[in-house]
């Protein structure tokens, strides 16, 4: 079973426009989150994380929110720009684990 | 760009035949970490390392060995290929997580293997 879920294989927004990426988790001991965003043929850049003592991180025009109790996070991008159309991934790991277990991903798509 | 090297960048090998990719990092990272990457499979983990010798198994382990010799370098070995495991790969560094500390993975630019 998954224990890091992005329901929303693709995501067309405006640019200018808000984009909001949702991420919901299983696995309760999961503690910090990051999200990544990835380029056709590079590797995965890190863009923002959150640790489970906090609901909020912000990062520019990234922002990240948890929901504990719902086990969701989300990624909000204000503004878009035709330069965020990514493929971005949820992830999650537990405490001082090694693990690190991504989600699917969602791609975006920023239109001009 | 965090020190991290695979290689190889491209391979093509046949079924039955043994693989071993490298992955090579210059900054002294506790955690290293192989996943791989399919369509619509999204980054699957497949090993990962917190130690010189100590590893572990991640979701998509079977069909996949590893060994942390080193600090800095951690293989992925494909003891005999199938096509099944025609996949780009990914290695990975990162310090340990915790609580409160804002802490990353960084990646590689991935090894692109088609076993035929």
């Known amino acids: 079973d998954q224990q890091v879920k992005q329901n929303s294989p693709s995501l067309s927004v405006q640019e200018g426009r808000i984009s909001i990426l949702n991420c919901d988790y299983t696995?309760?001991?999961?503690?910090?989150f990051l999200w990544y965003k990835k380029y056709p043929a590079e590797g995965p850049t890190f863009l923002i994380s959150i640790s489970s003592i906090k609901d909020k991180n912000e990062d520019g025009r990234f922002t990240v929110f948890l929901n504990k109790s719902a086990k969701h996070l989300s990624l909000h991008i204000v503004p878009s720009q035709p330069g965020d159309s990514a493929v971005y991934f949820c992830a999650a790991s537990e405490g001082s684990q090694g693990n690190l277990i991504f989600g699917k991903g969602t791609k975006l798509s920023v239109k001009p | 760009d965090a020190g991290i090297t695979q290689s190889p960048r491209h391979k093509v090998t046949e079924t039955g035949t043994p693989v071993t990719l490298r992955c090579h990092q210059t900054?002294?990272?506790?955690?290293m970490y192989w996943y791989r990457q399919d369509p619509g499979h999204g980054l699957r983990l497949i090993h990962y390392s917190y130690g010189v010798k100590d590893t572990d198994k991640g979701e998509v382990s079977d069909g996949y060995s590893v060994s942390r010799s080193k600090t800095e370098d951690f293989l992925l070995t494909l003891e005999s290929a199938t096509s099944s495991q025609t996949s780009v790969y990914f290695c990975?560094?990162?310090?340990?997580w915790g609580r409160g500390l804002n802490t990353e993975a960084f990646f590689g630019q991935g090894t692109r293997l088609t076993v035929v």
């Open positions: 696995n309760s001991m999961f503690d910090y």
């Open positions: 900054e002294n990272h506790r955690y």
């Open positions: 990975a560094i990162s310090e340990p």
